[in-house]
């Protein structure tokens, strides 16, 4: 099992940027890769971004492309989200996820562990 822990979630007004971490632990040598995904009240949950392992490839909704950005530090078993320039629309609870294997471009499917998650809230 892999165990998954997000911090870093709170209000931003518009523009802003927040960023998100998410720290693994357990059986860390099975993850292929990581993501997070967000759901905003009575939405799907959706994916936001993912990274493999190796960190040779990076996945983003359009909705984000250009102003969040996925990196992991493998010797921490930790991926992060920079979320900068913040909107509304970006307001959501955001999970994180791990997969233990790859599938391209990513779905839902794959990811079968999940932290708890983290609020953020934009204010405009």
């Known amino acids: 099992q892999v165990q998954l822990v997000e911090s870093g979630g709170g209000l931003v007004q518009a523009g802003g940027s927040l960023r998100l971490s998410c720290a693994a632990s357990?059986?860390?040598?099975?993850?292929?890769?990581m993501g997070w995904f967000r759901q905003a009240p009575g939405k799907e949950r959706d994916i936001v971004a993912t990274i493999n392992w190796s960190g040779s490839y990076t996945y983003y909704a359009d909705s984000v492309k250009g102003r969040f950005t996925i990196t992991r530090d493998n010797a921490k078993n930790t991926v992060y989200l920079q979320m900068n320039d913040l909107k509304p629309e970006d307001a959501a609870v955001y999970y994180c996820?791990?997969?233990?294997?790859?599938?391209?471009?990513?779905?839902?499917?794959?990811?079968?562990?999940w932290g708890q998650g983290t609020q953020v809230t934009v204010s405009s």
């Open positions: 996820a791990a997969a233990d294997k790859l599938a391209y471009p990513p779905r839902r499917a794959v990811f079968g562990s």
């Open positions: 357990g059986r860390t040598f099975s993850i292929a890769a």
